[in-house]
């Protein structure tokens, strides 16, 4: 039997799929994140299955355990809390070892709070960039957002709620005018898209809010060859008045969206 990765709500029980459920009820072993939070969904949906904890402080042992139960043809399905399990959960390394020792692997696809964030938040575009969970400390977050300046499609991110607060003032701090989703508790009771402005959504989230966070950054617009050369011009002018290249560039690039690297290199 092949290993089932099988995606999980990411809020609302209701959202679980007919083939999700099935395979479920059918497995012989449901590897779960949190046993405790599984259970839930199975009792609502009068589920009755074996559980085994899968989780990254048990990933490695339990993997080099469950390979030899695959390969013997035991039905095994995996899920993580909430969403598909491999996606910033565990799992992507039974998946992987799976694959290498020709284990069939399906997966059983269905919520995911990038794509539910990204339409949400009403800035969908041809592509996006996952970020998964965003770095901690000041200087991995202001480099995250000056590499971002050069990217012309939306990003999306988890972010915790504690942390939300601090990483909002960095981004202010860094790009104010960048707009941007905040999404918390989506498709849960109190479900909240909140849009605005880097700076005016540090100022409404001032303190550290209730419930699961993503992300959805908006692109900067993408400057043409002769918004470029504009933006070298500025830099070389305040070079030229005593400012430093580097603070020159750090100074334009806040101003007009173009990367601050980029900016420093082509005006050397």
């Known amino acids: 039997m092949p290993l089932a990765v099988c995606a999980t709500p990411i809020g609302n029980l209701e959202d679980v ?5 099935a395979e479920l009820a059918a497995a012989d072993v449901v590897l779960c994140e949190d046993t405790r939070h599984t259970r839930v969904l199975l009792r609502r949906h009068g589920i009755e299955a074996r559980l085994l904890s899968y989780h990254e402080h048990n990933e490695a042992q339990r993997t080099a355990e469950l390979l030899p139960r695959l390969e013997a043809g035991e039905r095994i399905a995996l899920v993580s809390d909430a969403g598909l399990p491999g996606i910033s959960d565990p799992g992507a390394r039974l998946v992987r070892a799976a694959v290498e020792e020709g284990v069939d692997v399906t997966v059983l696809p269905g919520p995911s709070a990038v794509e539910t964030a ?10 996006y960039r996952f970020l998964g969970f965003l770095p901690r400390g000041e200087k991995k977050l202001a480099e995250l957002w000056d590499e971002l300046r050069g990217w ?16 909002l003032r960095s981004l202010a701090a860094a790009d ?6 905040v999404c918390r508790e989506l498709t849960k009771r109190f479900e909240e898209v909140a ?4 700076a005016e959504l540090a100022e409404r989230f001032d303190d550290a809010p209730k419930g699961e966070i993503t992300l959805v950054l908006r692109p900067r617009a993408a400057f043409d060859d002769a918004g470029e050369s504009g933006a070298l011009v500025a830099v070389a002018e305040l070079v030229g008045a005593g400012v430093s290249r580097r603070q020159a560039a750090e100074i334009v ?3 007009v969206g173009v990367s601050r690297n980029r900016l420093y290199e082509q005006s050397l």
């Open 17 to 21: 799929t007919l083939r999700v459920l």
């Open 253 to 255: 690039s806040r101003l």
């Open 118 to 127: 990204l339409v949400a938040s009403g800035l969908v575009a041809e592509q």
């Open 152 to 167: 012309p499609w939306p990003a999306v991110a988890f972010e915790s709620p504690r942390r939300l607060p601090t990483t």
């Open 195 to 198: 849009r605005g402005t880097a």
């Open 176 to 181: 104010p005018a960048r707009e941007l989703a």
